[in-house]
């Protein structure tokens, strides 16, 4: 190796260039995962600052069509750069991710779903949603019939021109993962799933494919370790972003729940303290689903305003456990994943 004189280089100082450019391309790789996917693993709170600053000036106000006794929900923001589509979960429907409206009366805005939906059309992502025919999503029957939808409902709003990217979450994320397979995404997002890549037999030519997991869930993680490793070596451009538990603290729910009083949320936290239902650094110390928390708020005569809250403060708990829900709280990872992949 020699600089412009012609001089040959110091044997120690081409072991030390050899050793630093490794470096030096790691650190940038590094720096380029936290910028695009903004992953916070050593504070978990910093989870909540995530995705909210653009959603203040977001409205829902979606339009529901029932399409040969399927559901479809959608909206649709000015000048749309892309379309996303949303798959619910087990015991879902499109209804869940829209609040309740004039042009939705049905609609009940779960805060998750609803958050994620806001993020989308700040970023001018039309999103439009299908309800499942059954409890969950079938992967045989259903694929053909949502994707005939989502072409029919493409083509009806002249949006053809537009990339497609997928979100689904638990039943939702095997069913995103399946149609997939069979029409052109130009990413996916699969959470709280692991897929089902072995059933597809899984190309180069898959779309790029982020994992948004709970790695609580032990047994899922290990299968979604095993997918990625499966992909990389196909050639799918593939990453993860794991959502780890959240303490509660007195404004918790308030500041996730619409219309939840901040007095209510301060009651709940306390009660939830003297009933050792969180230990002493606010971490629930069991589900959401098992603690017996409405039965506390009965013993207590602590009531809420709108029974819809008990759904609402449910799929909180469920996410400060970190086991097992849809999760609003890696919008902007989620979505810059999208955007980087938007063709």
Not at 115 to 142: D, H, N, Q, T
Not at 313 to 331: D, K, P
Request: contains cysteine; aromatic residues 10%.
């Amino acid at each position: 190796m020699y600089n412009k004189s012609g001089t040959k280089w110091p044997k120690r100082f081409t072991k030390m260039h050899n050793i630093r450019l490794p470096l030096f391309i790691a650190i940038i790789t590094l720096i380029f995962v936290i910028l695009v996917l903004g992953i916070d693993k050593e504070n978990p709170n910093s989870q909540l600052r995530l995705g909210l600053e653009n959603k203040k000036d977001t409205s829902l106000d979606p339009t529901v069509k029932i399409l040969n006794g399927t559901e479809v929900i959608w909206q649709i923001p000015d000048s749309p750069r892309s379309i996303l589509f949303i798959a619910h979960g087990c015991n879902g429907r499109a209804a869940n991710f829209w609040d309740k409206s004039p042009n939705c009366d049905h609609c009940v805005g779960l805060p998750e779903e609803r958050a994620i939906v806001m993020e989308a059309l700040a970023r001018k992502f039309a999103v439009v949603a299908v309800s499942s025919r059954g409890k969950c999503w079938s992967l045989m029957k259903e694929t053909l019939l949502v994707e005939r939808v989502i072409k029919w409902w493409v083509k009806k709003q002249n949006l053809e021109s537009l990339p497609l990217v997928a979100l689904g979450a638990s039943s939702g994320g095997y069913f995103v993962s399946m149609l997939a397979s069979k029409m052109k995404f130009s990413s996916i997002v699969v959470m709280i799933a692991e897929g089902v890549f072995e059933d597809i037999g899984v190309t180069k030519d898959y779309p790029p494919t982020l994992f948004v997991h709970m790695p609580k869930d032990k047994r899922r993680k290990k299968m979604i370790d095993a997918n990625l490793e499966v992909m990389r070596r196909e050639g799918v451009d593939v990453a993860e972003v794991k959502c780890l538990e959240l303490p509660l603290s007195p404004s918790f729910l308030a500041d996730r729940v619409p219309g939840l009083d901040r007095k209510i949320s301060v009651e709940l936290f306390d009660m939830f303290k003297e009933k050792g239902f969180v230990d002493e650094k606010g971490y629930l110390v069991n589900d959401g689903r098992v603690i017996p928390w409405k039965e506390a708020m009965s013993e207590r005569k602590l009531s809420l305003a709108n029974k819809v809250l008990v759904k609402y403060i449910q799929e909180e708990l469920n996410l400060a456990f970190g086991y097992h829900e849809m999760t609003s709280l890696q919008s902007e990872q989620i979505f810059n994943w999208f955007e980087s992949h938007l063709s």
